[in-house]
T-cell receptor, first 116, second 115 residues
């Protein structure tokens, strides 16, 4: 979805390096999410944010941190990258729909990160 | 605890034949259910969702899904498969009683439609 962009799209780094993945959205959504995808494991939630002042850990937050710089921007950092953080990372956004009782998440194109 | 199972890692079907991608779920309350599709080198695209009402939900690209509460299933279907439907499909669930908006995803099913 072109409304959700991620940079970089691909990154190769070395163990111990600090890495930042960035996500921007033009959908005007308050909620933003970071997931990682590993083959055969589906998507797992790392962090999520319901507004600029709200940050919450997901199921696999260890080794990661996030920053919500603005409504439209949500960054994921790996303070000291390790090889088992090699994965495909997705950002997503959503807004609650009071008419439907739930929100739909819209995903960015992903960042493929390789840690050597 | 919330969980989603996609019992088939791979589904192969001939073009023009009907396809089914299976999904079963477990939630503590009533579910919202979603299907997403991932094409190579692309992000996940929303296909359809079940909220309430009619158990048959129609979505994008001719896909539909049937909610079956007694079997806790939400299988994705299409009457006539296309080669371009070949992709990775994810089922996801959210507990209706949760205010957090978290989705729980299955592991994905690779659909291959051969000519």
């Amino acid at each position: 979805d072109a409304d959700v962009t991620q940079t970089p799209r691909n990154r190769i780094t070395k163990t111990g390096k600090r890495i930042m993945l960035e996500c921007s959205q033009t959908k005007g959504h308050d909620r933003m999410y970071w997931y990682r995808q590993d083959p055969g494991l589906g998507l797992r939630l790392i962090y999520y944010s319901f507004d600029v002042k709200d940050i919450n850990k997901g199921e696999i937050s260890d080794g990661y941190s996030v920053s919500r710089q603005a409504q439209a921007k949500f960054s994921l950092s790996l303070e000291s990258a390790i090889p088992n953080q090699t994965a495909l990372y997705f950002c997503a956004t959503s807004d609650p729909d009071p008419n439907q009782g739930t929100d739909t998440q819209y995903f960015g194109p992903g960042t493929r990160l390789t840690v050597l | 605890a919330q969980s989603v199972a996609q019992p088939e890692d791979q589904v192969n079907v001939a073009e023009g034949n009907p396809l089914t991608v299976k999904c079963t779920y477990s939630v503590s309350g009533n579910p919202y259910l979603f299907w997403y599709v991932q094409y190579p080198n692309r992000g996940l695209q929303f296909l359809l969702k079940y909220i309430t009402g009619d158990n048959l939900v129609k979505g994008s690209y001719g896909f539909e899904a049937e909610f079956n509460k007694s079997q806790t299933s939400f299988h994705l279907k299409k009457p006539s498969a296309l080669v371009s439907d070949s992709a990775l499909y994810f089922c996801a669930v959210r507990d209706r009683g949760s205010t957090l908006g978290r989705l729980y995803f299955g592991r994905g099913t690779q659909l291959t439609v051969w000519p």
